[in-house]
């Protein structure tokens, strides 16, 4: 294992010492022309012991980028992390934690009403076949649930 800094930030967090599910700063960049943007990582799952399945992770990236933007105009993107693990949400500005966390939870909320994945369909997605509206409302059901413990990183 390297002990050098890497370049990319999550790749000097040690996944051992995380406790899943969190939410937290994972950088903060200043632009050219002084605009600031601030990257979450919105972890669903424990690192190396537990997983969401593609499909779930393809609907609840519809459906929390769609939703997302009826409660932030900050919201640049959310994405899946390819160890499918969780997210990074990237917002306009430094807005703290609490403030991430209430948009994550009123977003998640819109994700348990939703009677279907948006977008989910071969014109507007490149795998339009690859859903799952009741996976996906259960890794929010089961994010959702642990509210309290999101902003505690480690165990």
Not at 3 to 27: C, G, I, K, Q, W
Not at 43 to 55: G, I, K, S, Y
Not at 113 to 138: F, M, R, Y
Request: net charge negative; hydrophobic share 40%.
């Amino acid at each position: 294992m390297t002990t050098e800094r890497m370049n990319v930030e999550s790749f000097n967090l040690d996944h051992r010492t995380v406790a899943a599910p969190y939410v937290r700063v994972a950088d903060r960049k200043q632009l050219s022309q002084g605009d600031v943007i601030t990257k979450y990582d919105v972890r669903f799952t424990q690192p190396n012991v537990a997983h969401l399945e593609m499909d779930v992770i393809h609907s609840l990236e519809h459906l929390f980028a769609e939703s997302s933007r009826n409660h932030s105009d900050s919201v640049i993107d959310f994405s899946p992390m390819g160890c499918q693990t969780g997210y990074y949400l990237i917002l306009e500005g430094e807005p703290d934690v609490t403030a991430t966390a209430a948009l994550i939870e009123a977003t998640l909320t819109d994700v348990l009403k939703a009677t279907e994945v948006p977008a989910a369909n071969e014109i507007q997605c490149g795998w339009g076949a690859n859903h799952s509206l009741a996976g996906a409302q259960d890794a929010a059901r089961a994010f959702l649930a642990q509210r309290e413990a999101w902003e505690q990183v480690t165990a």
